[in-house]
């Protein structure tokens, strides 16, 4: 099992950029894919980002092509999504998580994740 702490989050105007940190618990952290989702209160959570246990390989959602990206140091434990030219629509709570098992294949599905974080906030004003 990992553990996954946010933080990053906050408010910020429509074009501004933000950092998101994930950081994790446990030596299982480095050979595990991770992913970042996010969702709006009476919406599924959606699927934003995810990138392989050794970086060599990411897959985002078509709407954040180009201005995400997520990356990972494995050294510090910590994944990262790195949002600019934020959208209003991209205003929800944003989660990371860890697949269940070493070694694995990127998933855009939520139920392909065994491990989550508790949230953070990004709100994007006009």
């Known amino acids: 099992q990992v553990q996954l702490v946010e933080t990053g989050g906050g408010l910020v105007q429509a074009g501004g950029s933000l950092r998101l940190s994930c950081a994790a618990s446990g030596r299982a952290f480095s050979s595990r894919a991770m992913g970042w989702f996010r969702q709006v209160p009476g919406n599924e959570r959606e699927f934003v980002a995810a990138i392989t246990w050794n970086g060599g390989n990411t897959y985002y959602m078509d709407s954040v092509k180009g201005r995400f990206t997520i990356s990972r140091d494995n050294a510090k434990n910590t994944v990262y999504l790195e949002m600019n030219t934020l959208k209003l629509e991209d205003t929800a709570i944003y989660y990371c998580?860890?697949?269940?098992?070493?070694?694995?294949?990127?998933?855009?599905?939520?139920?392909?994740?065994?491990?989550w974080g508790q949230g953070t906030q990004v709100t994007v004003s006009s």
């Open positions: 998580a860890a697949s269940p098992r070493s070694y694995e294949t990127l998933y855009s599905s939520p139920t392909r994740y065994a491990d």
